[in-house]
């Protein structure tokens, strides 16, 4: 069936470091590929989005390009910050199964 | 606009007991979604309603979950009777969707329930 994987976590940064988060993907079809993000005690909220191959979803400093050749989805952020930390999904929409299906989540932690 | 809310966020009760969780879903949204947590797990779909009407709850653990959306603006979900098991947080999200799931739309999250069954 369909399914989201993601790179264990923690990962843990320095201030100003690069971040890459790895996300690949099975699906049937071409699904639409997206970032949440969850902050400590709250829900998830959308970070990004892309909906076709080739496609880069960015807001607030990161950024994924949705790469059908290597059915991938990776979070990438130039220069991370302390109010970053949280815990990251990568998420498709399954049309096979009319569901959006999450990846277990990996959690950042970035110190000053 | 007072996002998708959750009541209580907090639940504490012991087995066997019945648990009834809530939410406001956004106004104006057709769709509703009840998720659960875990560590081990992760983030699970148990069922979701567009407009009122559950669509899919090929999620739901076991038949002592069930869920209502009796109007556009209040959903609960009711576990009976609760097990250690069931401890997790759940969250409960909206959307708008249209006929089929159109994923355009971002899925609104509330802060969700965290509930423990001893």
């Known amino acids: 069936g369909d399914s989201v994987t993601q790179m264990e976590g923690p990962v843990t940064l320095s201030e100003e470091a690069f971040l890459t988060i790895n996300c690949t993907y099975t699906a049937t079809g071409y699904p639409s590929l997206f970032w949440y993000v969850q902050y400590p005690g709250e829900g998830l909220q959308l970070l990004l989005k892309?909906?076709?191959?080739?496609d880069k979803g960015s807001n607030k400093g990161f950024e994924a390009t949705y790469r059908k050749e290597t059915t991938s989805f990776h979070l990438e952020k130039g220069s991370v910050q302390v109010s970053d930390s949280a815990v990251y999904f990568c998420a498709l929409f399954s049309g096979g199964y009319n569901k959006l299906i999450f990846g277990a989540g990996t959690r950042l932690a970035v110190h000053p | 606009d007072a996002g998708v809310i959750q009541s209580p966020r907090h639940e504490v009760t012991e087995m066997g007991q019945e648990v009834t969780l809530r939410c406001k879903p956004i106004?104006?949204?057709?769709?509703l979604f009840w998720y659960r947590q875990t560590m081990m797990r992760g983030l699970e779909l148990l069922i979701y309603?567009?407009?009122?009407?559950?669509?899919?709850d090929s999620g739901m653990p076991e038949d002592r979950f069930s869920a209502k959306m009796p109007n556009a603006s209040f959903s609960t979900l009711k576990i009976q009777p609760s097990e250690p098991r069931d401890s997790a947080v759940y969250f409960c999200a909206s959307s708008i969707l249209g006929g089929g799931l159109n994923y355009n739309s971002p899925l609104h999250f509330g802060n969700g329930t965290r509930l423990t069954v001893t």
């Open positions: 309603f567009n407009n009122n009407v559950p669509i899919d």
């Open positions: 106004s104006g949204h057709n769709s």
């Open positions: 892309a909906t076709k191959a080739d």
